[in-house]
């Protein structure tokens, strides 16, 4: 391997352990209300960007040495320097599939403009996996978010490829994707809502179909719902052999789906087509 992609693949794993550690942090504060991006200083009453991070357990704020990603965990034996009380494996778990996620990207994107918004991307879809894991919810403020960076990734191979490449076709196609995405779901959900007599789908669910919808366009739609659909499956018996019950988190099944789908554009294929 030369030195150069070396050097470039080490840079996106140190951007994946900081965006996992960002992750983290959103899955614990977004599901209790906690402010995640700008509060209020106690002392100074003035608004204070990325607070101190601190133990759930003793509130004890946390130094450098506690919040190296993934290491800290691993180093302290997953426990609290201060009051030895575990730390929930989500948190480096998180970590990991966030570089994992960030390599991916790069492998089939490159060191690009393109493969660096898309990273941006990343830790707001591993805090929704796990948030939807734990609380069975997929927060709007994420959907917004994901909406956005899309918008982000879009206005930039606009400006940076033009219509060289067909990206007028290829803008109405997503704007078409935002539309017809939720449509399909809210139309499945209600079927099958009717089927089963019970909610089959939530509202947060639908939000993230908008979101894929502009991320990926109208010509992956039948891609999405198959995949979806078949990991869908897959994290329904796990949750059954596990005895979790039969009510299972379906967003985790959508994400992966999205992210398989912007790796495969990114390769340049559309599946089924």
Not at 134 to 153: E, Q
Request: glycine share 10%; with cysteine.
């Amino acid at each position: 391997m030369p030195f150069l992609t070396l050097i470039e693949a080490a840079i996106f794993i140190f951007l994946g352990l900081v965006l996992g550690s960002f992750a983290s942090a959103l899955i614990w504060r977004i599901p209790r209300n906690l402010p995640w991006f700008i509060e209020k200083d106690e002392a100074t009453d003035k608004p204070v960007v990325f607070s101190r991070s601190a133990c759930p357990h003793c509130e004890q704020d946390l130094k450098p040495m506690d919040l190296v990603p993934l290491f800290s965990w691993i180093l302290l034996g997953g426990k609290c320097r201060y009051c030895k009380e575990k730390i929930a494996i989500d948190y480096p778990l998180a970590e990991l599939l966030s570089v994992l996620m960030c390599l991916g990207i790069y492998h089939v994107w490159g060191f690009t403009g393109q493969g660096f918004i898309l990273c941006a991307a990343v830790p707001f879809l591993v805090a929704m996996v796990f948030i939807d894991f734990r609380h069975m919810i997929l927060p709007d403020t994420l959907n917004i978010i994901l909406g956005l960076v899309a918008v982000a990734f879009i206005s930039y191979q606009s400006i940076t490829f033009g219509t060289a490449y067909g990206y007028d076709s290829i803008l109405w196609n997503k704007l078409i994707g935002l539309v017809g995405f939720p449509l399909v779901a809210l139309a499945t959900g209600t079927v099958m809502t009717k089927v089963l007599k019970k909610d089959s789908m939530g509202f947060g669910d639908v939000k993230f179909f908008a979101a894929a919808g502009l991320w990926l366009g109208i010509l992956y739609l039948p891609f999405f719902l198959i995949c979806s659909g078949l990991i869908g499956i897959a994290i329904g018996i796990v949750f059954r052999f596990c005895k979790k019950g039969e009510r299972f988190p379906f967003g985790p099944a959508l994400i992966a789906a999205l992210y398989i789908g912007v790796l495969l554009q990114g390769l340049e294929i559309i599946p089924f087509m």
